[in-house]
């Protein structure tokens, strides 16, 4: 979008008065002078580059350039008798107005003062991807989002427990969080504003934050048991298996979920077999987890695997199955995928035998468990 310019009253009134090569000292009485192209220099709101030439009479007259930090919005520079005077965009909304002096390093004149004046936009242009709301987690974080805008904008908060920052040349803004330590879910407010004054834009962003107690992350650590409605035990791999009733205090079916990396992995220990440590990916979306059966998880030798059985055969499979949690973190449900031909059995556990043959592990104290029917894992 072209955006258009429409000088106001103060820089019309302005534009009448500057004259061409003007500027003489009037206390000076002929002995130095310097002329200019132009007492003042008018920008339209996208700014630019404009410039001034001197003339000094004597030739040699020495004169340097002074500009107050009240004026940083443009420069003034000073090559070889011309005047160099840059503004950047005015995303104020409103006109600016700033001088510079040219002055005399031995005082053989009197200061000069040129103006600098620069329209307002006319029109804002604005685009954000700000949702209207977002949630952090119990450990904090960042979310940041996009300001395309060609005015000034600023973020602002009603909560101490938000930081914000935002980096204009990027375009972009960040709401940081601190861990909740708290026991309350903290809520509060971000507002974006673009503009000043009465053309100015607010956008407001709800923000929450849970508490520990609350994420998923955390609800999923603890002692879990592994119940389903039916148990086999095979001592030397085959489908000719025993039935089971077993117990918790009888036979190895509790593990533990510990922390992992935070919000992308988790430990099971004890999982099927004493002394196992097996690595779990995290999955925010769901809140539960992935399970890689397939993995050596004690040594060479101990593996998990998935059992299936079909009419005709009995396997061992190498998958990723999905876990996920009951809406209380109570119950977590193995979702087993689909694969042609076999109908699951379950979980087990297979070593070697003295000769070298693979066999599934069992003993009279931690037999391998095969349970069929719904597997789930149940919270102590």
Known sequence: MKLIYRPT?????????????????????????????????VFNAEGGEKSVKVITYPKDVAWDLYKSGENEWFTA???????????????SGKERRGEFEVVSPNRSFELYTLTVLQEAIDKFTTSTNAAESY??????????????????????TDAEWITLSQDVAACKATISAAANTSKQTLTGSVVLTIGVGSQAQTFNIVIAQATRDEN????????????????????NGSLNSLDYAPSPSQYYLIFNIEEGIYGE???????????TSLEVRYDKQSGGFVIPFGWSV????????????????????????????SSDYMVLTPKLPTVSGFNYVGFGLWTYNDNGAKVAFGSSSRPTMFPMGTITFRKH
Not at 144 to 152: G, I, P, R, W
Not at 298 to 322: N, R
Request: hydrophobic share 40%.
């Open 9 to 41: 009253g103060m820089i019309l009134s302005f534009l009448l008065v500057l004259l061409f090569f003007s500027g003489c000292n009037s206390g000076d009485s002929g002995k130095v002078l310097l002329r200019f192209s132009t007492n003042g220099v």
């Open 77 to 91: 520079t000073n090559e070889e008798g011309v005047i160099t005077v840059t503004a950047q965009p005015n995303i």
């Open 135 to 156: 949630s952090f987690d119990s450990e904090g974080g960042e979310y940041s989002f996009s300001v395309f805008t060609n005015a000034e904008w600023s973020l602002s």
């Open 216 to 235: 998923p992350y955390y609800k999923l650590c603890g002692q879990w048991e592994i119940s389903a409605s039916k148990w086999y035990y095979s001592p």
């Open 265 to 275: 992995s988790l430990v099971m220990r004890d999982f099927l077999y004493p002394g």
């Open 298 to 325: 004690l040594s060479y030798d101990v593996f998990f695997y998935i059992t299936m059985v079909s009419s005709s055969q009995f396997s061992y499979a190498s998958l990723d199955v999905d876990v996920v949690p």
